[in-house]
């Protein structure tokens, strides 16, 4: 059985920083390419980073890039995203997701962890 | 980027009904285009891929269809159990957008 298990987000001010993890189990973690996808409250899922199998590709959208930086540890099963300089827009649920595909397009989230919380503010 | 628009935002059906969600992309995405229901308090489950693809466990009664620009996903006779907000979300180019959302309510 798939899992993805999120950790590391809290209550946190502005401009401070974090380390999420994501534990993975029940697949071949180092074949597949990772997403990180956040919902903030009431707002639809946004795409935040994503990561190659071995980590030589990484993507990012325009709102996250330069402070968000996203690894993976194939020998833990563990992806991470480090955040920096925190904004209160940040403030979501961060979601940890399995793409169905190694890469390339038509890639799906096909499983996806209970998320972790991040909340910005002072 | 590309932009993906849902309609209707929302809409209200019975148990049994057929209902209909469009998705439009800023630009030709081919059939790089998913689907996925959520409930609260969880996470996005994807219902469809690949536009018009069911992902193993998915009902039959979900289907989606569409290439280019418009895509739809519809429901053939609505059960309770899917009375959820649903997402479309492309998968051409990065950044992988989603679509607003369309929340389906009991009438």
């Known amino acids: 059985e798939v899992q993805l298990l999120e950790s590391g987000g809290g209550l946190i001010q502005p401009g401070g920083s974090l380390r999420l993890s994501c534990a993975a189990s029940?697949?071949?973690?180092?074949?597949?390419?990772m997403s990180w996808v956040r919902q903030a409250p009431g707002k639809g899922p946004e795409w935040v980073s994503g990561?190659?199998?071995?980590?030589?590709?990484?993507y990012y959208a325009d709102s996250v890039e330069g402070r968000f930086t996203i690894s993976r540890d194939n020998s833990r099963n563990t992806l991470f995203l480090e955040i920096n300089n925190l904004r209160a827009e940040d403030t979501a649920v961060y979601y940890c997701?399995?793409?169905?595909?190694?890469?390339?397009?038509?890639?799906?989230?096909?499983?996806w962890g209970q998320g972790t919380l991040i909340t910005v503010s002072s | 980027d590309i932009q993906m628009t849902q309609s209707p935002s929302s809409l209200s059906a019975f148990v049994g009904d057929r209902i209909t969600i469009t998705c439009r992309a800023s630009?030709?995405?081919?059939?790089?285009l998913n689907w996925y229901q959520q409930k609260p308090g969880k996470a996005p489950k994807v219902l469809i891929y690949?536009?018009?693809n069911l992902e193993r466990g998915v009902p039959s009664r979900f289907s989606g269809s569409g290439s280019g620009t418009d895509f739809t996903l519809t429901i053939s006779s609505l059960q309770p159990e899917d009375f959820a907000t649903y997402y479309c979300?492309?998968?051409?180019?990065?950044?992988?957008?989603f679509g607003g959302g369309t929340k389906v309510e009991i009438k």
């Open positions: 690949l536009a018009s």
């Open positions: 979300q492309q998968s051409y180019v990065v950044p992988l957008n």
């Open positions: 029940g697949f071949t973690f180092s074949s597949y390419a």
């Open positions: 630009q030709s995405i081919s059939n790089y």
């Open positions: 997701s399995k793409e169905r595909l190694a890469s390339g397009r038509g890639n799906s989230f096909d499983y």
């Open positions: 990561i190659s199998p071995t980590g030589d590709n990484r």
